[in-house]
């Protein structure tokens, strides 16, 4: 293994090994047929949401920017077929909340007319600069889950030097295998979108770190990456969390990211496959990222499959093509079950970051008995992959003793959900964690808020107090002035 | 209700199943002490349960909770059970009765219920029956097997349960190793002597006087194997407790073996592997941090030696495990693990300097 001769053991302390589910590893990838009608959220990453730049009414074309990115940290949406807007409104997010928000709702009119693209005739050899543009420009984002606006992952290299790209082909999320068919069918395009982001970095060296349980997928990345010297693909344990940054980074390197810093500060950067797909098909073919594959599966589907699908598509047409339900689901998720959100309904679109559509049976889903004491078994402990001591910060979130969890290290949480999965007592760790964090954030904004105003009031306090004095030594300085005058009439008097 | 929040699925665990799993590895050596013992040790197991499961229900009663899903989890009879283990084998009904309604009424139900309690129940109820009750809590009956000869039948078995127990044959009963040797030490003899007729063998398949669970030393770790492998407990705790009391009896042995008892008699004797495996491991009063763990069960072997050593009772399990329970907060917040991506103190890992910086440096270049 190379470089990897150096260091002792490929893993992470902790973590679990759920039920893999991998049964629909050996479907080949399909295109999902156009639905009638398609629902692209403004807000589809991590940052600001994007902002319209088509009219009501307008007909665009495939690839077609149809929002553009809003301030600060955000990413543009284009249009994955040709056809009519129809509409720009509320419209369920595919979010925990299941709160509406703005979407742009195309009508497709079936000729799938693309736009006029202008290739560069060879994307290696365009400037990192410019590779991180056009991928900033195809609205492509971290595609693991995340949806990270990849480009501004792309550009932190500038300032730090970057010495190792991963590329996550890790996939530790039960029943998921996007990822897995890609890599095993398209291997080729993902190198050539690996090169680029390596490219776009500036890192020497590539780790594509793939798990075990996908030797087909090693096997076919394998034999892609002979021809590049610096590319090495590194097998690693099956374990969840392993897809998680700091976890692939700690396995793979032996390297710790210090805690409120980035990869990038120890000169590491993390991608996904799926991105370096988007990548290079955006730098290759100038498509912008306006489709995804999304793994369909979970006990209560009738035929799962692996699905390439326009943005925007609703899950209800998903869930349809792979033939309904053939039982009742209990939950409905999108993404796996260890990280994903639970689905009200099937009326939410697939968006950049869907990797799953998953249909759970109630006896997949587990034992849904209500929470116990805690015995203090300790299975938590031994399974957070970041060192914590769940069962105590969990503790003090119920006694409402948010300061007392955090300096047990409540912001170090990943929310990875290994103690939830494995307590006894079915305590919803993870859940009560997350509620903690937003509680903090809560009472941060609101201490920075009677912070602010206490300034505010002090100001305007030292304002008047300085006004008053002003006034005040304007008027001596007037008495003072008279009185001078006054004087030097009476001196004039007198010498008169 | 649960929240529908992630993860969604769930690992094939329960408080319950954890429970029975124990249960499951006392069985073989209990049903050697049963064997062993006859029909009082069984009845004293069944009383014991009897209270405990009495007085579990009474409490969960009178707390307004839900008697049935908490009675079923296994708990209090795992409790019942190892306290009964602890106890000499004839002790008459009523030590059982107090002693079971003791561990769970005042051991667990008034620290709030399961997982709330400081101190292990077993022991507590145990330490509470032997300052009150010296006399019964220290005779010890020879081993007379089911069916032989010398064994109570049945019937004769109820005398002896409900009459006085071990005390109504007291030409029978005798101390037990440990017991007989601290005797004979404190009356100027040196071991050679006080050994004698009291081959280690005895000991080692629990043929020897003694608590009704401390038995057979081969069962107790078949059963202490299991639970490691079945990942029902940890290694740490069961090890750390048996080098910490073996550890210095080795040592004190090889410099002075007239006087002071060497490992395999400090192992084979007393509770000290029931201990190891089967009390110092409950989760509900030992430490949750992996070094903790460690401390804790270095302490409990400590504390054992140092008792049957030097203390003024023969064995010493039930206070080693109350003293180091009585320690597990202060380690557990002392012995913290160190948080992925900072010191041990909290402070964020520094790469810019140091040996890290180094090694950073030579991951930076891929140099070997």
């Keep these: ?496 | 209700m649960m929240p529908i929040a992630s993860p969604h699925t769930h690992a094939p665990a329960s408080v319950r199943r954890v429970m029975l799993e124990v249960l499951l590895a006392l069985l073989p050596a209990t049903a050697f002490a049963v064997y062993q013992f006859g029909w009082p040790a069984l009845y004293l197991l069944i009383i014991t349960s009897a209270f405990a499961l009495f007085g579990e229900a009474l409490s969960l009663r009178l707390a307004g909770r839900p008697v049935g899903s908490s009675l079923n989890d296994g708990s209090a009879l795992l409790t019942a059970w190892l306290l009964a283990l602890s106890l000499p084998p004839w002790a008459p009904w009523w030590i059982g009765a107090i002693g079971g309604l003791f561990a769970i009424v005042v051991g667990k139900q008034v620290f709030g219920g399961i997982g709330q309690n400081i101190f292990n129940p077993a022991m507590l109820a145990r330490v509470a029956l032997l300052i009150s009750f010296p006399l019964e809590m220290t005779l010890w009956t020879p081993p007379q097997p089911l069916f032989s000869a010398t064994a109570p039948g049945p019937i004769d078995a109820l005398a002896i349960t409900f009459g006085g127990g071990a005390a109504m044959i007291d030409a029978i009963s005798g101390a037990s190793l440990l017991g007989h040797v601290k005797t004979e030490l404190g009356r100027g003899l040196e071991l050679g002597a006080a050994l004698q007729g009291q081959p280690i063998t005895d000991s080692l398949y629990g043929t020897a006087r003694g608590s009704l669970g401390e038995g057979s030393a081969p069962l107790l770790l078949i059963g202490g194997i299991y639970l490691i492998a079945r990942g029902i407990i940890g290694w740490a705790i069961p090890l750390a407790v048996i080098a910490g009391a073996l550890l210095p009896a080795l040592l004190l042995n090889l410099i002075d073996p007239e006087h002071y008892l060497g490992p395999l008699h400090h192992l084979f004797s007393g509770a000290l592997l029931l201990s190891a495996f089967f009390i110092a491991t409950d989760p509900v009063g030992s430490p949750a941090t992996p070094r903790g763990r460690i401390l804790f069960g270095a302490g409990i072997g400590l504390l054992i030696y140092i008792i049957r050593t030097w203390g003024g009772f023969p064995e010493g399990a039930a206070f080693a495990v109350l003293l180091m329970n009585s320690a597990t907060p202060l380690i557990d917040h002392y012995l913290r693990p160190r948080i992925y991506g900072r010191e041990r103190g909290g402070e964020p890992l520094d790469y810019s300097q140091g040996r890290r910086a180094a090694r950073l440096e030579r991951i930076r270049r891929g140099d070997k």
Aim: net charge positive; aromatic share 4%; hydrophobic share 40%.
């Design chain 1, 1 to 496: 293994m190379g470089v990897f001769s150096v260091f002792k053991r490929i893993g992470f302390p902790g973590g679990v090994h759920p039920d893999e589910q991998k049964i629909s590893n050996n479907l080949p990838i399909r295109p999902l047929p156009m639905p009638r009608r398609l629902y692209l959220p403004l807000q589809q990453h991590i940052g600001s949401p994007a902002e319209p730049v088509i009219a009501l009414g307008a007909r665009v074309l495939r690839g077609q920017l149809l929002a553009r990115p809003g301030s600060g940290l955000s990413a543009p949406i284009h249009a994955p077929t040709s056809g009519r807007i129809i509409a720009i409104e509320p419209f369920t997010a595919p979010h925990p909340s299941g709160l509406p928000i703005d979407t742009i709702i195309l009508e497709p009119d079936g000729h799938d007319e693309p736009c006029d693209v202008v290739l560069p005739i060879d994307p290696m050899a365009l400037e990192p600069e410019v590779i991180a543009a056009k991928v900033g420009e195809a609205g492509i984002v971290g595609m693991g889950g995340a949806a990270f606006p990849a480009a501004v992952k792309l550009n932190l290299g500038a300032g730090r030097p970057i010495h190792t790209l991963i590329i996550n082909g890790g996939e530790c999320e039960p029943y998921l295998t996007c990822d897995d068919r890609l890599m095993r069918e398209r291997p080729e395009t993902v190198l050539e979108g690996i090169r680029l982001m390596q490219r776009a970095i500036g890192a020497w060296r590539v780790l594509i770190a793939i798990e075990a349980n996908k030797p087909q997928a090693i096997a076919a990345i394998e034999a892609a990456a002979i021809p590049f010297t610096g590319v090495q693909v590194v097998k690693v344990p099956t374990r969840y969390p392993m897809g998680s940054e700091k976890q692939m980074i700690q396995a793979l390197l032996g390297l710790e990211v210090p805690a409120g810093k980035l990869g990038a500060d120890i000169g590491v950067i993390v991608h996904n496959v799926a991105t370096a797909h988007a990548v290079q098909q955006a730098l290759r073919h100038g498509r912008p990222l306006t489709s995804r594959i999304v793994t369909v599966s979970g006990g209560a589907i009738a035929k799962p499959a692996n699905l390439e699908v326009p943005l925007g598509t609703l899950a209800s047409e998903l869930v349809a093509f792979c033939g309904g339900f053939k039982r009742e689901p209990t939950r409905l998720l999108l993404g796996g079950p260890m990280m994903g959100h639970a689905l009200h309904h099937l009326d939410v679109p697939i968006v950049k970051g869907s990797n799953g559509l998953l249909a759970l049976s109630a006896e997949e889903v587990g034992h849904e008995s209500s929470e116990r004491p805690c015995i203090r078994c300790s299975r938590c402990v031994e399974a957070c992959p970041l060192g914590l001591l769940p069962l105590e910060m969990a503790a003090r979130v119920r006694s409402g003793d948010m300061d007392g969890a955090a300096d047990y290290g409540l912001g170090d949480c990943i929310s990875c959900g290994s103690c939830s999965y494995t307590c006894p007592a079915d305590i919803p760790l993870t859940h009560y964690f997350n509620y903690a964090k937003g509680e903090l954030v809560r009472r941060r904004q609101e201490k920075a808020k009677s912070e602010e105003t206490r300034a505010l009031a002090q100001a305007r306090q030292a304002r008047m107090e300085r006004l008053a004095a002003e006034k005040k030594a304007k008027a001596a300085q007037r008495k003072a002035e008279r009185e001078a005058k006054r004087k030097a009439e009476r001196e004039g008097e007198k010498s008169a």
